[in-house]
């Protein structure tokens, strides 16, 4: 959807669905063609997919009936497009049914106070607001509102999760197991690039043999997608968690150069020359497909029991990130090679580590 400026200097709002392009009547502001623009997604409901049908009458529009449309209309991983889809169901019919245009900072301020009283954790409450505040910015978008009545109201925020960072010894451990584990050459180089990079399990898997390249004698990654997985939607790929912001290049230690090196030679011979060109999913099957990112969940649970240590496989990332700054490393560049959205997130997760 886009608003579309004509010569005469009017406006006009587009929506373009499957290579069609519909668009509405000629405004004189642009608030009218965003008003329009969304009277005509309503009409278009049944050609965009039962997932974008809406009412009739934009002034009332509810809650659900939102995020019903945000759903629909915006790119969600699969991932997170079933929380957002678990929230809207569990989140009670007095938030929900209540009109969008209705609604006002004090009704969040009410909201919240009303799911403590119906037991709901801080952390439950933060991400509903979450779920929430991106549908009413979509609804400003849409012309229904003029601002995001949520934005300024802070929704009850959960304590950090304790970081237990993974000692040297349980490094030691993890790398003399997958050593000793040579049949599963394809996840010790998972493995090995998680540790060198801090990257996400979604992005590691999402990774093709073409996002390797080499600069004066370095070998790095480049992250561009990342994988995900739903019941519902199987495997996907999708943006980064973070967009363009998570898009970075990081480089690669000599373990993880030779473990990469060993399953390339190994995934050429066990299916062909093609599953290894540079298109080529690196942690696949096939080649032309990427891996559930369980998989990798399950093979970690069993290398854990093989080296007899307690570790998450995020407990890399987490060793990644604070091994940089312990360093002395700018927060800025290390947000970046972290592909946080801010140098603050980094601060907020880590800082504290530093600080002991």
Avoid at 211 to 229: F, H, K, Q
Wanted: positive net charge.
């Amino acid at each position: 959807m886009s608003l579309e400026k004509l010569p005469s200097g009017r406006w006009r709002g587009v929506v373009r669905h499957n290579g069609a392009k519909r668009t509405t009547a000629p405004f004189n502001t642009k608030a009218e063609a965003k008003k329009a623009e969304a009277e005509l997604v309503l009409n278009l409901g049944d050609e965009l997919g039962p997932s974008v049908r809406r009412p009739t009458s934009v002034g009332s529009m509810t809650i659900n009936e939102l995020m019903t449309t945000h759903q629909g209309q915006a790119k969600f991983s699969g991932t997170y497009l079933a929380e957002y889809k678990r929230y809207q169901k569990k989140l009670p019919t007095s938030i929900t049914g209540r009109v969008v245009s209705g609604v006002t900072p004090m009704h969040a301020v009410r909201w919240w106070a009303q799911l403590k009283k119906d037991g709901w954790t801080e952390g439950s409450t933060f991400k509903a607001h979450a779920y929430l505040s991106s549908a009413f910015t979509q609804a400003v978008k849409f012309g229904l509102i003029r601002s995001n009545p949520l934005r300024d109201v802070a929704p009850p925020r959960p304590a950090p999760a304790e970081i237990i960072l993974p000692t040297v010894e349980t490094i030691a451990k993890i790398v003399k197991a997958l050593k000793r584990n040579r049949d599963e050459p394809c996840f010790a180089a998972f493995v090995y690039v998680i540790m060198a990079t801090g990257v996400r399990r979604g992005e590691c898997i999402g990774l093709k043999w073409g996002d390797i390249t080499e600069l004066n004698g370095v070998s790095r990654i480049t992250v561009r997608r990342a994988v995900s997985y739903t019941p519902a939607t199987g495997v996907t790929v999708n943006e980064t968690k973070t967009a363009a912001k998570g898009r970075r290049t990081v480089a690669l230690d000599a373990a993880a150069v030779d473990a990469l090196r060993v399953w390339k030679v190994a995934q050429a011979s066990q299916l062909t020359i093609e599953a290894v060109m540079p298109e080529a999913y690196i942690f696949s099957k096939t080649g032309d497909e990427p891996r559930r990112p369980d998989w990798a969940q399950v093979q970690w649970t069993d290398l854990c029991d093989i080296a007899e240590v307690k570790c998450h496989l995020h407990d890399l990332r987490h060793a990644f990130v604070s091994g940089l700054l312990d360093a002395g490393e700018n927060p800025v560049r290390v947000s970046r090679l972290a592909g946080h959205s801010r140098t603050s997130t980094t601060l907020d997760i880590y800082g504290h580590l530093q600080e002991g």
